[in-house]
């Protein structure tokens, strides 16, 4: 029985030593010594640019290790390109099963959408998803423990665009180019919302894409036949940098107003001067570098950290959200596991990571840290702010 027991005794050093996920903690993806995260996200593709969301919040865990970790643990990630195709996107949360303990910045409404039951299935917390928030209304309550989200809602946001550009800039007549899923129809529906609340406001042309899609002259033309004013751009980097210049190339002027995903100085580069005059909005959950101290002091630490970053904006905004997971750890202590890890993610209150952004709340009954966006003008070549951070409700 002794032999047994010693023999027994023996494995389990083994176990402990060797095999990952089976450590001292008991938690998959815990060690004594490090602490594994997951992210998969568009590092090529035509969302290729919102990859960068990944390459800061890694970034960010390297400078945090270089101080020395959290608690005596470094944070490894796992990052993986998954092109923005959804079918990719798990099947890459598939093979770090097993490996990770959180996943981090999951991009994509229809990759959320695909995703999402990966985490509460495999117990596995997911630190902010990018995607349609509303997919997370009535999600059942013991898979939403897993989820915490600080990302805005299109809804809201093209609610809130439309109105602005009615009251602010006197548009009048409103088209909106949009991408065909989730992402785009929920920016139809605030735009639509908004009109109905407008005294002689008109939506008068909706123009879809399907993501695939480059070639986008004849969507230039029939917003140009729409005749409005005002256009509400839903897109990806990719063609929302193609549709605008399209536009200027058949004379068409009207006033753009872009959803965040496109607020990013990059944009500037990927539609030159057509840029020149637009109104992006920006996620409130970080300050933007070129226009907010604290925004620069973040991306000048995660430049050191990551040579290829390109996307400036992306890149702070992806640290943020390891900067969520990151303090959520250094409240867990030495004693890391799921149970705890989440009610250290609960604890989280009126967080302004690194000074940035408004301010994050998470407890037992919200998991929707910040819904909230700002605005800024496109001018001579930076972003200029046009609104303080404008904070709407969380949903979840």
Excluded at 118 to 145: C, H, Q, S
Excluded at 287 to 300: Q, T
């Amino acid at each position: 029985m002794l032999k047994k027991t010693y023999l027994v005794a023996i494995l389990l050093a083994i176990c402990v030593a060797l095999v990952p996920g089976c450590k001292k903690s008991g938690m998959t993806g815990v060690s004594d010594k490090e602490i594994v995260v997951g992210i998969t996200g568009p590092l090529t593709g035509p969302a290729a640019p919102w990859g960068n969301l990944g390459k800061g919040a890694k970034a960010w865990a390297d400078y945090v290790n270089a101080q020395g970790g959290v608690n005596g643990r470094m944070i490894k990630v796992i990052l993986k390109d998954d092109g923005y195709n959804p079918a990719k996107a798990l099947a890459n949360l598939q093979e770090m099963k097993g490996q990770i303990f959180a996943g981090i910045g999951l991009l994509g409404t229809a990759v959320v959408n695909t995703c999402r039951d990966f985490f509460p299935d495999n117990k596995i917390v997911l630190v902010n998803a990018y995607g349609n928030t509303r997919m997370w209304v009535g999600y059942p309550k013991e898979k939403m423990k897993y989820v915490f989200v600080s990302y805005p809602d299109y809804e809201d946001e093209a609610e809130w665009l439309t109105e602005y550009a009615y009251k602010n800039l006197g548009s009048r007549s409103f088209s909106i180019f949009y991408q065909n899923d989730d992402f785009g129809k929920l920016g139809l529906v605030g735009v639509e919302k908004a009109i109905k609340k407008l005294s002689g406001a008109k939506l008068i042309g909706k123009i879809s894409y399907e993501v695939s899609e480059k070639a986008l002259s004849t969507h230039a033309l029939k917003l140009k036949e729409s005749g409005a004013d005002t256009i509400l751009l839903y897109p990806t980097p990719t063609q929302g940098a193609i549709i605008t210049k399209e536009i200027g190339k058949i004379g068409y002027n009207p006033k753009i107003m872009a959803s965040f995903p496109l607020g990013d100085p990059i944009m500037f580069k990927l539609a030159d001067k057509a840029w020149e005059g637009v109104y992006p909005a920006i996620a409130g959950q970080y300050s933007l570098p070129g226009a907010d101290v604290a925004g620069d002091k973040v991306l000048e630490i995660l430049k050191k950290y990551a040579k290829d970053i390109t996307s400036d904006s992306f890149a702070v905004f992806g640290a943020s959200s390891m900067m969520h997971f990151v303090e959520a750890l250094k409240k867990c202590g030495k004693d890391v596991n799921t149970e705890s890890f989440i009610k250290a993610m609960e604890s989280i209150s009126n967080f302004k990571p690194e000074g940035m952004g408004g301010p994050v709340t998470y407890t037992p009954t919200q998991h929707h840290g910040l819904n909230s966006i700002r605005l800024f003008k496109a001018s001579n070549g930076k972003l200029v702010p046009m609104s303080d951070y404008i904070i709407f409700k969380p949903y979840f």
